[in-house]
C-alpha cells in the first residue's frame, strides 16, 4: 500500500468530520403541508381556481297551491388566482476547491467531495429561504413566495381579492371564518387549551375533518400547554415514537393537534425582520391551518433542482470557476382561507 493511502486512511475520519454538518434544521410547516399532497402545473402566468363563495339558499321559495313558482340563478363564483414566484441560489466551485479535493492517483481516494457539499448546503439554503417566506410578511407579494399571513392576516388583498372586515368586502375571503378583525388578531393574550379550543372549533363548522387541522406553534407556547395538560391530567396522545413522520414533534390535547416548529422562536426574530417581545415575535405566534387548504405548488423541474455545471473559464474574461444554479419556481396558496386563522400576540 501507498504511503499515500496510509497516510489517507489515518486522516480520513479526521478530515469528514470537518465537514459534519451543524445547520440543517427540520421544516414542520412545510412537511405538514407536502406530506398530503403537492400539485404541480406546467403552464400558465397564475395559479388560479373558480371559488365558490355562498350558498342560493335565497333562490329557495316555500309556496302553497296555485302560486306562481319562481325562477333564475344567482352567481356565486369567484375567481382567485396566484402568481409563479421564482428563487435561486448559486454553487459554485472555483478552481483551488476543484484541485485540492480532486480524485488522488489511481487509487481513486479523496478527502472531501465539496462538490457534493456544496449542493446540498444549496439545498438546505433554498429550503431556509422557503421557510422564511412562509412566515414572512403579509400581502400579495410581486416577487417572492407567499407565506401563511399573506393569507391569515385579516383585511389584505391576497389572490387577487382586496378584504375589508367593517365593509363587508370579500368576507368569505377573510380568515378564521370572519369572526375577527385585524386588531384582535394582534391583541395581546394567554395561551390556554380552553382558549384554543374556543378558536378551533367554529372553524370545524366548515366541512372540516378535525385531524385535518393542526395548531402550530413555538417551543414557549408549546411547553406551556403540555404543561398545562399535565397539571389537569388531560390525555395527552402521540405518536408511539414521541414523533410523527420527519421527526416533528406533536401531541393531540383535546382532539386538537398541536405540532411544534423550533423555528417559531425569538432568536429568529432579527432574521425576520421582527420586533422581540411584541405583535408578531415568532414566539408568540399561533397558526390553525386546515391542511386540505394549502398547496405548494411547484413548476417541474424547478423543485430545488440543480442545473448543470457550466465551465465559466469557457467564457472570453471569464474566472476559473464551476458553476451551477439551484433553482425553484412555485408558490404556497391557500384555496380556502376561512378555515383557518393566525394570532400573532399570544404569550405563555
Not at 128 to 147: C, E, F, M, N, P
Request: charged share 20%; with cysteine.
Amino acid at each position: 500500500m501507498s504511503f499515500h493511502q496510509d497516510l489517507d486512511n489515518m486522516t480520513r475520519d479526521l478530515n469528514d468530520k470537518s465537514l459534519e454538518v451543524e445547520y440543517l434544521k427540520k421544516t414542520p410547516v412545510l412537511n405538514l403541508i407536502l406530506e398530503r399532497k403537492t400539485a404541480k402545473f406546467k403552464g400558465g402566468k397564475y395559479y388560479t381556481t373558480q371559488v365558490d363563495t355562498a350558498t342560493t339558499e335565497s333562490d329557495t321559495q316555500d309556496y302553497g297551491n296555485n302560486e306562481p313558482l319562481t325562477h333564475g340563478t344567482t352567481d356565486t363564483t369567484s375567481e382567485v388566482k396566484f402568481k409563479r414566484m421564482a428563487f435561486q441560489h448559486p454553487v459554485q466551485l472555483d478552481m483551488e476547491e476543484e484541485l485540492q479535493n480532486a480524485y488522488q492517483t489511481e487509487d481513486r481516494t479523496q478527502l472531501h467531495d465539496l462538490a457534493k457539499h456544496k449542493v446540498q448546503k444549496a439545498q438546505e439554503a433554498g429550503r431556509l429561504h422557503l421557510r422564511k417566506k412562509i412566515y414572512g410578511a403579509a400581502g400579495d407579494s410581486t416577487t417572492s413566495v407567499q407565506g401563511l399571513n399573506s393569507a391569515l392576516i385579516v383585511d389584505t388583498t391576497y389572490g387577487g381579492k382586496s378584504r375589508a372586515y367593517s365593509a363587508g368586502t370579500n368576507n368569505w375571503w377573510q380568515p378564521g371564518g370572519n369572526r375577527y378583525t385585524a386588531a384582535q388578531q394582534g391583541t395581546e393574550r394567554s395561551i390556554s387549551i380552553n382558549w384554543l379550543q374556543q378558536i378551533v372549533l367554529p372553524l370545524r363548522d366548515l366541512e372540516t375533518n378535525p385531524m385535518d387541522q393542526v395548531v402550530i406553534v413555538g417551543e414557549t407556547l408549546w411547553l406551556a400547554l403540555q404543561a398545562e395538560a399535565q397539571a389537569y391530567s388531560l390525555p395527552i396522545k402521540v405518536d408511539p415514537n414521541g414523533k410523527f413522520k420527519y421527526g416533528v414533534e406533536e401531541m393531540v390535547v383535546q382532539n386538537m393537534r398541536i405540532v411544534y416548529d423550533p423555528f417559531l422562536k425569538t432568536d429568529n426574530n432579527t432574521t425576520m425582520g421582527m420586533t422581540t417581545g411584541s405583535a408578531g415575535d415568532l414566539a408568540r405566534r399561533v397558526y390553525v391551518l386546515t391542511l386540505s387548504d394549502w398547496d405548494l405548488m411547484v413548476f417541474p423541474g424547478r423543485y430545488f433542482e440543480l442545473t448543470s455545471w457550466f465551465d465559466q473559464k469557457q467564457i472570453a474574461g471569464g474566472a476559473d470557476f464551476q458553476l451551477a444554479r439551484l433553482l425553484f419556481a412555485g408558490n404556497l396558496v391557500c384555496w380556502h382561507p376561512n378555515r383557518s386563522i393566525y394570532f400573532s400576540n399570544v404569550v405563555a
